[in-house]
């Protein structure tokens, strides 16, 4: 298996647990963005500079409220306990969120805490940047927690 391959699966595993998350909460999720084409066009896009590679992952609704979702897992660094979310991922996700206003669109990291592509553009204005340039470098305590933004897990009774 090749480290793309590899990373889809753990992408595609994340994505579930998030999707999972949110179903958990009263909302109805449903897959979009690149890994919802078939595989001729998600290797054509692979190959290009798009943005819809970086398309928000899930689609969600709660009564009036409409969210996207880009799954992020691999998150924190190490090194750094910081997120690094790339350059390319969050100018996207900027275009994505003015095309689409009032649709916000929210980065969920492995650990299910949540911040969005402004913020992560506001918090990384002048901090500590990846060498390469590639990366923004945000700190973990910066991220909001899962039910703080989607709201806590219902129980059964309250469903």
């Given amino acids: 298996m090749t480290q793309w391959q590899d990373r889809r699966l753990v992408g595609e595993a994340h994505e579930r647990q998030v999707a999972a998350a949110l179903t ?5 999720v449903h897959p979009c963005g690149q890994g919802t084409y078939p595989p001729p066009v998600r290797d054509a896009l ?12 899930l689609i969600a609704a709660r009564g009036a409220d ?18 690094a979310i790339s350059a390319a991922t969050v100018n996207a996700g900027l275009l994505f969120t003015a095309a689409h206003a009032p649709t916000p669109l929210y980065y ?19 901090a500590l940047r990846h ?13 909001h927690r899962f039910d703080d933004v989607f709201g806590p897990e219902r129980t059964l009774a309250a469903a």
């Fill in 46 to 57: 692979s190959r290009t500079r798009s943005a819809l590679r970086h398309f928000p992952d």
């Fill in 24 to 28: 958990a909460r009263g909302w109805t």
């Fill in 131 to 143: 060498r390469s340039g590639a990366f923004h470098l945000v700190r973990t305590e910066r991220a």
């Fill in 108 to 126: 969920v990291f492995g650990n299910l805490t949540v911040l969005t592509p402004a913020e992560v553009v506001h918090y990384t204005a002048h």
């Fill in 66 to 83: 409409l969210v996207t979702i880009d799954a992020k897992d691999r998150m924190p660094s190490t090194d750094t306990d910081r997120y």
